[in-house]
Nanobody, 125 residues
Framework: QVQLVESGGGLVQAGGSLTLSCVAS????????MGWFRQAPGKEREFVAA???????YYADSAKGRFTISRDNGKNTVYLQMKALKPEDTAIYYC???????????????????WGQGTQVTVSS
């Protein structure tokens, strides 16, 4: 069992930055694919970024060049640095942990086993 706790969300103006953190319980953190997803009101949950081990990272097109995912396996923590934020980035951001390392699985929410409670990110124009 893995428990995930996100933090770092908040209200920021367009063009600003935020860094989200997700701390995981358990001793097998390094073996999990860690992903960030987001869900805006009335929309489906969508992939943002994922990190497999500390080397392989994956990004949605909307996140490329602006967001950076990183993980510190010693601290059981995964981060999402977000820059140049836009109003359309407004959503609840969720951290997730999964075991399926296939690229097509990494971007799909149903392939993740554990989820955090989410943290709200609001970008004002």
């Amino acid at each position: 069992q893995v428990q995930l706790v996100e933090s770092g969300g908040g209200l920021v103006q367009a063009g600003g930055s935020l860094t989200l953190s997700c701390v995981a319980s358990g001793r097998t953190f390094s073996s999990y694919v860690m992903g960030w997803f987001r869900q805006a009101p009335g929309k489906e949950r969508e992939f943002v970024a994922a990190a497999r081990r500390s080397v392989y990272t994956y990004y949605a097109d909307s996140a490329k060049g602006r967001f950076t995912i990183s993980r510190d396996n010693g601290k059981n923590t995964v981060y999402l640095q977000m820059k140049a934020l836009k109003p359309e980035d407004t959503a609840i951001y969720y951290c997730a942990a999964g075991t399926n390392r296939e690229t097509t699985a990494i971007i799909t929410p149903r392939n993740y086993n554990y989820w955090g409670q989410g943290t709200q990110v609001t970008v004002s124009s």
